[in-house]
T-cell receptor, first 118, second 111 residues
């Protein structure tokens, strides 16, 4: 199946610093990638939809200036958490949509990034 | 109308039993219904998916039953094993829209 990687898998940072998380589709091209946030024992909450070469679409209530998303190529999207605070601590998961036609708009998920802000 | 309701929230089943997780949706435009399995600290992984033109799909020990008129679908796990202990999410999709997830079911298979 299609493989999506995330880097780093976990990160600890100080309050006020910025953290960048990378999401890569390894064996397929993804014109659309998605960023989710997941709190313990809860479902995935979509933060934004990232389209290659255009601005991301953010879900209601998600601060676009705090969560910067860049989708510069067909295999890479990045999420930057700017001026991170302890309440930003969470599990961040990306997914990539396979538009090759081999899977019906299937989304393949990355392994997640655990962010802890001290 | 975009909600997908999932039940139960948690489920404990003896090894070899058949856990059943149920989901219901409102939006009749949904045309793809995947199930995801998530282990602690990992991203969700696609388990099995169904389109509304079939009533049942089997892949190994996993079966989806789909009832279009009732707008319900369920996941059955045959001969469940302790390694199946995970959180399961149903979801629904329409075209190129975003996935709508259920709230998740934490499944525990006891030996």
């Amino acid at each position: 199946g299609a493989v999506v990687s995330q880097h780093p898998s976990w990160v600890i940072c100080k309050s006020g610093t910025s953290v960048k998380i990378e999401c890569r589709s390894l064996d397929f091209q993804a014109t659309t990638m998605f960023w989710y946030r997941q709190f313990p024992k809860q479902s995935l909450m979509l933060m934004a939809t990232s389209n290659e070469g255009s601005k991301a679409t953010y879900e209601q209530g998600v601060e676009k200036d705090k969560f910067l998303i860049n989708h510069a190529s067909l295999t890479l999207s990045t999420l930057t958490v700017t001026s991170a605070h302890p309440e930003d601590s969470s599990f961040y998961i990306c997914s990539a949509r396979d538009t090759s036609g081999r899977a019906y708009n299937e989304q393949f998920f990355g392994p997640g990034t655990r962010l802890t802000v001290l | 109308q975009q909600q997908v309701k999932q039940s139960p929230q948690s489920l404990i089943v003896q090894k070899g039993g058949i856990p059943i997780i149920n989901c219901a949706y409102e939006n009749t435009a949904f045309d793809y219904f995947p199930w995801y399995q998530q282990f602690p600290g990992k991203g969700p992984a696609l388990l099995i998916a169904i389109r509304p033109d079939v009533s049942e799909k089997k892949e190994g020990r996993f079966t989806i039953s789909f009832n279009k008129s009732a707008k319900q679908f369920s996941l059955h796990i045959m001969d469940s094993q302790p390694g199946d202990s995970a959180t399961y999410f149903c979801a629904a999709l329409f075209g190129n829209e975003k996935l709508t997830f259920g709230t998740g079911t934490r499944l525990t298979i006891i030996p």
